[in-house]
């Protein structure tokens, strides 16, 4: 008797199922990874040229001074430098250099016995590196970097980057002759961290901003044309939701498809197990089904004989 295998439809279809419901996953995946990905190979490629033309100055340089490095003419308008300092005078005495109040009782995570603190003036490149939708930069953006200082250096790729722990009063940041040019305007202090990602606080004092590790910062303001861009935003929002839309539609239906397929499929399997069951001769090189011969047996008409 042939076996029935009826029971691996089921299986099939929900391999499908699977199939589709990962599918989908990976395209959700994707249209957000490309939202994201353009902020953050910006903010990255900015990192590796500062760490480069910053760590040039290091030859002969003395703890505790700050040293301005030079860059090329690609970055002209940059502004870079850099100081070493001892891990232990941070902490009894804090550090104040271009603009950046580190207040005393500030450690670095993990710890280390010297640091290098990477300052940076992005000054009319600002806008190329980093923007907020719906908001205009008033200033430049300033920022630190912080990494170790170990007394013998290989290679300048091999300096590990730290974080600032203050434990007590935050890092504040001030923007100098900015008094009048914010007054009576609303505006909020913008921090951007390692992978691009901005945060908006309200300033509390006209031209500070303050913050508990390293970014960059700046001060944005409403942009006046922010409806404008809104619109704009919208349609082009609207235009890829209505993108990813037709692509989902088109993959649910042919999901739905081979769903009513396989279905249909298991179906007929089914009724051709369930079938009579015929036995089979073989012809030449080719086996057939055959039924099986029943014959009536003859009746003869007339009297009987004996």
């Known amino acids: ?49 500062l760490h480069e033309h910053a760590f040039k100055s290091l030859v002969h340089q003395h703890t505790g001074s700050l040293y301005n490095a030079s860059v090329p003419s690609s970055l002209a308008g940059m502004k870079l430098s850099l100081v070493r ?16 109040s580190i207040p005393p009782r500030t450690i670095p995570v993990p710890y280390v016995k010297r640091i290098h603190i990477v300052y940076n003036d992005l000054g009319n490149l600002s806008s190329h590196y980093f923007n907020i939708s719906g908001y205009d930069l008033l200033t430049s953006v300033i920022g630190f970097i912080v990494y170790d200082a170990p007394s ?43 992978n691009g990602k901005v945060s908006l ?37 609207g235009f890829v939701i209505g993108l990813f839309g037709v692509v989902l ?3 649910v239906g042919r999901m739905v498809l081979g769903i009513f397929k396989s279905k249909k499929t298991c179906e007929m399997e089914r009724e051709a197990e369930e079938g009579e069951f015929l036995e089979s001769v073989v012809v030449g090189r080719s086996k057939m089904p055959v039924a099986m011969v029943t014959r009536t047996h003859p009746v003869l008409e007339g009297p009987r004989f004996p």
């Open 85 to 100: 300092l001892r891990s232990r005078t941070l902490w009894e005495k804090g550090a104040n250099f271009s603009g950046f």
């Open 1 to 49: 008797m042939k076996p029935k295998n009826g029971s691996q439809c089921p299986s099939r279809s929900n391999f499908m199922q699977n199939m589709y419901i990962l599918l989908l996953f990976l395209l959700l995946k994707l249209f957000l990874l490309v939202q994201c990905s353009n902020n953050n190979s910006l903010t990255k490629s900015l990192e590796v040229i």
């Open 152 to 194: 013998h250096i290989s290679t300048i790729t091999s300096l590990r980057k730290l974080d600032l722990r203050p434990t007590g009063q935050p890092i504040s940041i001030e923007f100098k002759n900015l008094t009048e040019m914010i007054k009576g305007r609303t505006t909020k202090c913008a921090m951007f961290d390692e």
């Open 201 to 237: 606080s309200e300033m509390k004092f006209p031209n500070l901003c303050y913050t508990r590790n390293h970014g960059h910062f700046t001060i944005v303001l409403p942009s006046e044309t922010r409806k404008k861009r809104r619109i704009w935003g919208f349609l082009v929002i």
């Open 249 to 251: 539609v088109v993959v």
